[in-house]
């Protein structure tokens, strides 16, 4: 089948066509793959930010298809239908498990990163993984479907988020697009800091607010850029007792002085991906978030490479037909 590989070098992303069809085990269904999206995670994997057990490497992570096949012992009733992937299998016996929190499970298979991705033309997925898509739901919503169960989880995990409330979403990369759209659901129309002036129109144009210098007094504020800089944004912003929630990794130190959050009695939490299954099971519950709409860029199979290096500069997220 063909299949994106990533080499030892960054940036080593080519598409081959003899790569080995996955084998179904036990409680799999097997995946026909239709698109796949690009997110941060991605970019770290391909420049090389993060390592993963063996390469070469299937990379990918967020992807819908159709199951083709399914084993014994799986759902038959998936077969046929158009799925999105829950890319993350919690060990389901841990205490965090076991409490509901499946993404604290120390033993998680992380999707693309700890166990091969879905940049090719078929995966074997565990049957409680692939999740029938509603309908009414574009390819570009299914693409979307598992960084906007990112966005959801964490407006989940701020808890008292009513309608108008006044949030700041920093950052307009794909991440911080959905959480936009994922507020705007919610009745929150939230203002957002991009210093690119393309990701922040384009977060505009799904109903965001461009935020001036003197914007300030947010009762929530979602990090999604991961930028060093953005901590000390985030504090300057927030009004007294506000959450600070912490989306994006960053992978370095934050430099600030914490005087803002003991004078503004500030609370700091992070959110990491979702927990199964309630929180996929909750996306494609909601109707209405056009999730599709962040997306911009696609790329054929065969450009792969071309699509990963567009991913970190384009407004909009990119993504990757399978061509099925
Ligand atoms: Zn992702
Ligand atoms: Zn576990």
Request: net charge negative; hydrophobic share 45%.
């Amino acid at each position: 089948m063909r299949a994106v590989l990533l080499g030892h070098e960054p940036w080593s992303l080519r598409t081959v066509r003899d790569w080995p069809e996955p084998v179904l085990g036990p409680g799999q269904v097997l995946v026909r793959i239709s698109g796949v999206g690009i997110c941060g995670s991605d970019l770290a994997l391909a420049d090389g930010r993060r390592r993963v057990p063996g390469y070469p490497w299937v990379p990918g992570h967020e992807a819908f298809g159709e199951v083709v096949a399914t084993a014994d012992g799986a759902d038959r009733g998936l077969a046929g239908r158009r799925v999105v992937i829950e890319p993350n299998y919690p060990c389901l016996h841990c205490p965090a498990c076991q409490a509901g929190q499946t993404s604290l499970c120390p033993d998680r298979a992380v999707v693309g990163f700890t166990v091969p991705g879905l940049l090719a033309d078929y995966a074997a997925v565990p049957e409680a993984y692939a999740w029938p898509l509603p309908d009414n739901w574009t390819e570009g919503d299914a693409v979307c479907a598992e960084p906007l169960t990112v966005a959801l989880a964490a407006i989940r995990r701020r808890g008292d988020l009513a309608p108008g409330s006044r949030c700041l979403v920093i950052g307009a990369g794909s991440q911080g697009m959905l959480m936009c759209l994922a507020l705007v659901a919610r009745g929150i129309n939230p203002h957002v800091l991009e210093p690119a002036e393309g990701r922040r129109d384009l977060a505009v144009s799904l109903g965001a607010i461009a935020a001036a210098a003197g914007d300030d007094g947010f009762g929530t504020v979602f990090e999604t850029s991961g930028s060093p800089a953005a901590l000390a944004e985030a504090l300057t912003r927030a009004a007294p007792g506000a959450t600070i929630m912490l989306i994006g990794l960053s992978g370095q130190p934050a430099l600030t002085d914490t005087e803002l959050i003991v004078r503004r009695q500030l609370s700091l939490r992070g959110s990491i991906i979702y927990d199964h299954p309630g929180d996929f099971a909750a996306t494609l519950r909601i109707a209405g978030v056009p999730a599709g709409a962040v997306l911009r860029a696609s790329y054929p199979l065969e450009e792969a490479a071309a699509a990963f290096r567009a991913a970190g500069t384009l407004a909009g997220k990119t993504w990757i037909r399978l061509g099925h």
